[in-house]
């Protein structure tokens, strides 16, 4: 049995008492069934949005999609969304259909759903309402469409990543069928808007089953992303790569935590590899300058879907910094924190961490050490006294620097950074006392105003 919250019963006793059937239905009955607790539960109703409104006129409502026939209650348990039983008109477009009818009947309803898994819903006595197989398909792992998959995914082309994302998350495979047409229809992505495109993308990346997807379904994530497609294949001929470039991504995918900014990265961190790609002499495989190439095409590829840019930001930085050396000295270590932050240093380890899961043995353990080696580092210069990266941290301010002498101005913007750096190269100690000191000793070039500043 399905535990249905007391404030989600309210709300269908309400719609009930008003005389209107009312159903839990979709991804509550589906996560429910599965033992999971549901993200969140969507009713269904055969009561109209206006009757809904009359039925739940003691609740806050929040008219989301009043064509659609949404209506969401904001109760104490969240948000509810309320949506009057339907069927979809014609897609002409691909993707919305023309007008949706209001129906009287659940079965209708039911029909218009994505996949037998998503088509399920609860009786007022808590059974299941099955038409399609949706527990069957549950129990065998499987994302199978409601009804003929070509026509289904020709009247909504964003069912295609929706079916991949649903067997990332719930860790399924696609029925052969369906996996079929979606592959067969994968041109029809093109229809989507992007920033639904991405957001289905994040979901897929981030869920259990992603590396598998990404290499089953490699064709269909490339329509999306066009510029992944050259690593299909793509022989390394380097001693230190057992595999072809994107299987190589699928892994990595897989091997860094569960992070949309993480998993975007590792989708593209090789994305620079074909471009960047020559042979030497003896005929092995390098690709000098891949992470700064792939961090260009990474920029476009965020930009063009609608990425927000502080993650893009950070996807972009992590790459191209992803094939540096971990560096070896406290000075190294120092600077490069200085260079990226605390935060995106950390999460540079974790990249490289990844980059490394499907190394030769003997590769991946020297390069794990390294990363270790790195690690530690990283921890000592946080741990220090007056840990300083950045000019913010210094413990003086420009203030203090014109109070020497130097005139207002990009001056002490130069004797400022020029004290971080001694700062980082341990030449200086982050205090006051020595940072003045060390101020007042600066070649007067530094400390001038030139003719150049203004
Ligand atoms: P999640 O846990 O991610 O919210 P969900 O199954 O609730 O999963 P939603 O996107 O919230 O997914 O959609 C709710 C329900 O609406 C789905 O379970 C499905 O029955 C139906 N649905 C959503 N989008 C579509 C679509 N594009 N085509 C057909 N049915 C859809
Ligand atoms: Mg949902």
């Known amino acids: 049995m399905i535990h249905i919250p007391a404030y989600v019963d309210k709300l269908l ?23 999971r607790e549901p993200s969140d539960w969507d009713l269904g109703t055969a009561a109209r949005p206006e009757q809904v409104k009359a039925a739940l006129s003691g609740y806050r409502l929040v008219e989301t999609g009043l064509k659609h026939g949404t209506v969401t209650a904001l109760t104490s348990g969240g948000p509810v969304e309320i949506t009057t039983f339907r069927t979809d008109g014609a897609y002409r477009d691909g993707r919305h259909p023309d007008r949706v009818a209001f129906v009287p009947r659940l079965e209708e309803d039911l029909a218009r759903r994505d ?36 026509v289904r995914f020709g009247e909504d082309a964003l069912r295609i990543l929706r079916a991949l994302r649903f067997a990332s998350q719930l860790d399924f495979d696609i029925e052969p069928a369906t996996a079929r047409s979606l592959l067969r229809g994968r041109a029809m992505l093109d229809r989507v808007s992007r920033e639904r495109v991405f957001s289905e993308l994040t979901r897929l990346l981030t869920g259990p089953g992603a590396g598998r997807v990404l290499r089953e379904y490699g064709e269909a994530v490339f ?46 961190h090789d994305v620079g590899k074909p471009t960047t790609f020559f042979t030497d002499e003896a005929g092995v495989g390098h690709f000098y300058g891949h992470g700064e190439a792939g961090a260009e095409m990474a920029d476009g590829i965020l930009r063009r879907l609608r990425c927000d840019t502080a993650a ?6 992590l790459i191209r910094n992803h094939d540096i050396k971990p560096p070896k000295t ?21 990249c490289w961490r990844a980059d490394n899961a499907d190394r030769p043995a003997a590769v991946r353990e020297r390069n794990l050490a390294l990363i270790d080696e790195w690690e530690k580092l990283l921890a000592e210069a946080l741990a220090g006294p007056a840990p300083c990266f950045s000019v913010k941290s210094l413990a003086v301010n420009g203030r203090d620097i014109m109070a020497l002498g130097v005139p207002e101005g990009p001056a002490v913007g130069r004797v400022l950074a020029r004290l971080l750096e001694l700062v980082l190269d341990g030449e200086a100690e982050n205090s006051r006392q020595a940072l003045l000191e060390k101020a007042e000793s600066l070649p007067e070039s530094c400390c001038k105003s030139r003719e150049t500043d203004v």
């Open 115 to 150: 996949f037998t898994v998503n088509a399920m819903a609860l009786d007022p006595a808590g059974q299941v309402i099955d038409l399609y197989g949706g527990r069957e398909d549950l129990e065998a792992g499987l994302i199978r469409c409601v009804g003929d998959p070509a």
């Open 312 to 317: 893009r930001e950070r996807v972009c930085l």
């Open 330 to 350: 406290p000075r190294a270590a120092r600077r490069l924190l200085a260079r990226l932050g605390e935060d995106a240093a950390r999460q540079l380890v974790a």
């Open 223 to 268: 329509q999306v992303i066009p510029e992944l497609a050259p690593q299909a294949g793509f022989d390394q001929k380097n001693p230190n790569h057992i595999h072809d470039v994107w299987t190589h991504t699928t892994m990595a995918v897989d091997a860094v935590a569960a992070d949309p900014v993480l998993r975007l990265t590792m989708l593209l």
């Open 13 to 35: 006793t309400a719609l009930r008492e008003a005389g209107f059937a009312a159903f839990p239905v979709g991804g509550c009955v589906r996560d429910g069934l599965m033992g």
